[in-house]
């Protein structure tokens, strides 16, 4: 029956009928119109609120069931409605009052199991245990209720026995799975979480078709499913978002941006915290403004997911937004000591210190390291007398390997203050102090091999450390980032080991002609960085001849090969020759010169679409976008060329 053609009095069946089928939208569109013709019609107030409910508008739920339980207040129902849509919908201290109406005697055990999820959703997790407590032992959300206070406490292994018993007595139940699964995340064991994650995923797409898992990834449009109690009961949206967090600290980035869209689709209005959080802070590099719109949203909302103020300052810290950090942390104070670290709250300080007073800040990480190398001593000795233990030694290994991933980003702070003035030979002696501990860290060996490359005559040296890490990834060698190859192609030519450099390109060049045939359409510039890098080398030792004619060679064909990075290694080379022309220190052959000019008016033939630079995100004055591209700055150097050169066009 189309809605239109509804009569007064013929709403019910057909209301219900909505309801049967999940169609609670269209439900709530009809009887909010019958609710408005008739404002103290109790069944058209109470299935809107039913509605509301399924549909997870718990703010919406509440304002229908409270007049209810002033209208009845002999249906305890109402009463119990109205309490949980309250907790539903985060308001916790008028969720509370509201149980105070239910009677004490027909539902006892429902106002104690509300009144300690209310307590757990204030993080008063001593009052809720004292609530649990008051339940029959043989209830079957005992167990479970306890398990959740354990994994707030941080005693993961046993909150894991509790689910698991509750499993046993319960049957399969995916919030359950889920609950378990969140354990051994916590515990890191990944491979028993994803056991979990993928029978809840199993199960969902079996006998849930309708909730269209996975359609978005393959790029099939739906519409939304909406925030329907069956997608809540689910455990879908908490399994795929888990899913995501494993996949990204496991540094699968591409998997974990795939769970992320193989969840059931909602439009953005209707995402959970936990989902806008993940997405922000997956699609952070190719998504930037939009993730940290994100992020400063949820911010604002009560409440958030509790990792969200740490990520939005690191993250504004990366980006180099350091004013925009000290003004989040200013207007934020009273988030800090719930939501920082003393770790992350100092580390933070250190680093928009940096910006102002370098050498405060180079003080303030040395405290912060002096902190944690002590730490990593105490558990290598813990180590050392626990080596028999096997669970022992694994819990002190994972301990000593959490510890060393907060001491190397404080490390590479410090370095980066004296990196940045171009003092090299201090950033080796930063790495040096702090071999100890970190010399089978790959951050810290790829950095260290960047100093002692950067030195010049530490060529040789720098080898020692390239090469392990190029060698790790031999067989699928475009897995290792272009500069590190490049680098070390430049370190053989610069010791004479041009055989090896050549050997390193060919296989570079093997891979990317596999990646041609498999893939036409992808750009790929791994050789073209490594040819660029080497030209650069030989422009700047004053062989303009040879390292020209190689980055001009680089980018050929210049569909595939022009892009913002490419364009970048060039322009740096041109403009030097120009400099070095026009101050008349050298002089170019005019084939040289014509070969040039040819290839910036190929620059400008495809650089139409290419960005000349990726802005910053948050960059409030932004480049003019016709001159933001290759086209433009091409034709501004082929002037250049005329200009210095006398040629005419």
């Not at 718990?58 to 305890?76: G, S």
């Not at 046993?158 to 399969?172: P, R």
């Not at 003393?342 to 300080?349: G, N």
């Not at 596999?514 to 490594?530: G, M, N």
Request: aromatic content about 12%; hydrophobic content about 35%.
């Amino acid at each position: 029956m189309p809605l239109t053609t509804i009569k007064d009095g013929e709403y019910t069946a057909t209301v219900y009928k909505m309801i049967k089928e999940g169609r609670y939208g269209d439900a709530i569109h009809i009887l909010s119109k019958e609710h408005q013709k008739h404002t103290k019609s109790r069944a058209a107030l109470s299935l809107l609120g039913y509605c509301y409910y399924h549909m997870q508008d718990f703010t919406n739920a509440a304002e229908c069931y409270e007049p209810l339980t002033q209208l009845h207040p002999e249906v305890e129902d109402y009463k119990l409605y109205y309490a949980q849509s309250l907790y539903g919908a985060c308001a916790f201290p008028e969720a509370m009052k509201a149980t105070f109406l239910l009677d004490s005697t027909a539902s006892h055990t429902k106002m104690i199991k509300l009144q300690a999820a209310i307590r757990y959703g204030e993080e008063d997790f001593s009052g809720a245990k004292t609530l649990v407590e008051q339940l029959p032992q043989d209830d079957p959300d005992y167990d479970v209720d306890l398990g959740c206070l354990l994994y707030k406490e941080g005693e993961y292994e046993e909150a894991c026995k509790k689910f698991l018993s509750s499993m046993n007595v319960l049957g399969y139940q995916p919030d359950l799975a889920y609950n378990i699964a969140l354990c051994y995340y916590s515990l890191k064991q990944y491979a028993s979480a994803l056991k979990y994650i993928a029978e809840i995923i199993e199960r969902g797409i079996r006998e849930h078709p309708e909730l269209s898992i996975g359609m978005t990834t393959e790029g099939i449009d739906v519409r939304s499913v909406g925030n329907t109690l069956i997608l809540h009961e689910t455990a879908l949206i908490e399994a795929f978002n888990l899913k995501a967090a494993i996949e990204y600290q496991l540094k699968n980035y591409a998997a974990a941006q795939e769970a992320l869209t193989d969840m059931p689709p909602r439009s953005e209005e209707e995402l959970d915290p936990v989902t806008l959080h993940n997405q922000a802070l997956m699609n952070i590099d190719t998504k930037p403004t939009e993730g940290f719109e994100k992020l400063a949203f949820l911010l604002q909302q009560n409440p958030f997911p509790p990792i969200t103020f740490g990520n939005l300052l690191l993250l504004y810290c990366k980006y180099e937004y350091f004013d925009l950090a000290a003004d989040v942390l200013a207007e934020n104070a009273h988030l800090t000591y719930t939501f920082l670290t003393p770790y992350l709250y100092e580390f933070l300080d250190a680093m928009i210190t940096c910006q102002t007073a370098p050498e405060e800040a180079f003080r303030k990480f040395d405290e912060i390291a002096g902190k944690l190398t002590e730490q990593l001593r105490k558990v290598t000795k813990q180590e050392a007398r626990h080596n028999r233990d096997d669970e022992s030694l694994k819990k002190h290994v994972q301990d000593y390997d959490e510890v060393l991933e907060r001491y190397i980003p404080v490390l590479m702070a410090q370095a980066k203050i004296y990196w940045n003035r171009e003092n090299y030979s201090m950033v080796e002696k930063i790495f040096h102090k702090s071999l100890e501990f970190c010399n089978e860290h790959d951050t810290w060996k790829l950095n260290v091999a960047h100093v002692l490359f950067m030195q010049d005559n530490k060529y040789k040296e720098a080898i020692g450390f390239y090469e392990p890490i190029v060698k790790k990834h031999y067989d699928n060698i475009l897995n290792v980032s272009a500069i590190v190859l490049a680098n070390l192609c430049v370190s053989y030519i610069m010791t004479s080991q041009n055989e090896e450099a050549e050997e390193l390109m060919r296989k570079i060049e093997k891979e990317e002609e596999q990646i041609s045939y498999e893939e036409p359409d992808k750009k790929v510039f791994h050789l073209c960085i490594v040819n660029l890098v080497i030209g650069t080398l030989y422009c700047a030792k004053g062989n303009y001849d040879f390292g020209i004619s190689r980055v001009i060679k680089s980018l050929e064909p210049y569909n595939k090969k022009l892009g913002t990075d490419t364009w970048f290694y060039a322009k740096r080379c041109f403009l030097s020759l120009l400099e070095n022309m026009a101050k008349h220190m050298i002089m170019l052959r005019d084939p040289v010169v014509q070969e040039c000019i040819q290839f910036l008016e190929h620059c400008e033939l495809y650089g139409k679409d290419v960005p000349a630079i990726i802005e910053q995100p948050l960059e409030e004055d932004r480049m003019h976008i016709g001159k933001n591209t290759v086209t433009y700055e091409s034709r501004l150097i082929k002037a250049l060329f005329y200009e210095v050169t006398g040629w005419n066009e």
